[in-house]
């Protein structure tokens, strides 16, 4: 079995004085994907670089002390491609993207849906979500949406459309914390993290 691991470091040494290595060693992942490196590379000491006997690479943030993203393989990958190729996201690791939180929502029901819906007993709500279409060259583009984990209607999305890994949880912020000032967002907020992952482009790459 294939196996992956994704975790968010929040500072890779401090995760490493925490036996973050040793539970990679023991979970024993063909690839490791760290978000919140907070480090430079020439910052991270070569043997913790080289801890889990992984290919490793990073991809740092400019300011010191902020996001950066790593990646373990077993594997030597035949292609490394670093960033997303704009220097507006590059230069922080990863991008942000600010808006509402969304609420549930109902679809129209007043037609021939509605019909459908009271016959099949069932309510019209979708649970809280945002949209995404995503695109990158070489890549499959994916069309997708995450899901607010403290809606009601989770369990019962009128179209079906709920799955396990698109769930998050929203956390929130009521004081000027570090967040707020990252981001430059006045509390109250909330925020939420995750990755999307897009497959390789089905047509080979020359
Ligand atoms: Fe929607």
New binding site residues.
Partial sequence: MFRIVTLNANGIRSAATKGMFRWIKRVDPDIVCLQEVKAHEVDIPAPLRARTGLHSFFHCAQKKGYSGAALYSKKRPRRVELGFGNAEFDAEGRYVLRTVR?VH?AIPDDGPVGRMLRAANRHPW?PA?I?FVISADGCEPVTT?IFDDSDPYLASDTVFAVKESLICRFIRHDTRDAAAARFGIEPPFDTVEFDFVLAPSRERVP
Avoid: C, D, E, L
């Fill in positions: 969304p929502y979708r979500h949209h949406h």
